[in-house]
Structure formats: C-alpha cells, structure tokens
C-alpha cells in the first residue's frame, strides 16, 4: 500500500531485460562446463559472431575463446568430437529455448592471456 504504482518497466511476458544471443552464449559455457568440469571452462569466452533469424531456422555462428593452443586442443578434441558434442548439445538447449531449429557453427580462437588484458575484457563487456 506504500510503494506507489507506477507503469511496469518491461512488457508482462518478457523473462528477462538479457537478449536471446545472451541467453545462447550462456548455454554454449553451459556445455563447455559440464563437458570439462577443470581448467578449461573457466579460460573460456563465448562471443556470437552471427546471429541470423529466418523463417526456417536460426543461423548462430560463435567463437569460444581460450588462452592458450592446447585448450583450443582440449576444446576440439580428436578429429573435432569435442566441439561437436558441445555444438550438439548447446543446440538442443537453444531449440528449446526459442522454440524454433537452430544451425550452429563454432569456433575456437586462441587470445594469450586474454583475462589479463583490458583489452580483450573490455570487448568482452566485462
């Protein structure tokens, strides 16, 4: 009875004030936390490149970020399976997020010491 009405600051069926391209980076470190649980997951950045909706499907194109060449190594895995389960996996939860298919491509960039330099961090938006 004391807090004064006010017009709501987001639309009623918003579930957050975050973009879905956030919501989609977020999963993709999901898969990568739950594949390598150690080292790794916590050197890594997800940045989408591409973000493309159609009528038949979603484009997604991102880059995972890791400080050296042999998490890039690790990410990848032999003969690319490890990237392809965490694409598989990241899909799925992306699909039934947004209710629609979803084409995912990732990549993994090597940036030396990025959680080191403001640079990279700033661009990141941290």
Known sequence: ERIPLWPPYYPSDAV????????VT?????????QFRQEVPYATQVNIVQFEETPQRDHI???????????????????GLALKKIGIAARRD??????????????????????????????FGY
């Open 16 to 23: 957050s004030e975050h973009p879905e391209r956030f919501f």
């Open 26 to 34: 977020e999963i993709i470190r999901e898969k990568i936390f739950m």
């Open 61 to 79: 194109e991102a880059e995972i970020v890791v400080e050296r060449d042999s998490q890039k190594g690790i990410l990848i895995g032999k003969g």
């Open 94 to 123: 992306i699909e039934e997020m947004t209710g629609r298919d979803s084409f995912l491509k990732l990549h993994v960039k090597v940036r030396d010491d990025w959680r080191k330099k403001d640079v990279f961090l700033n661009s």
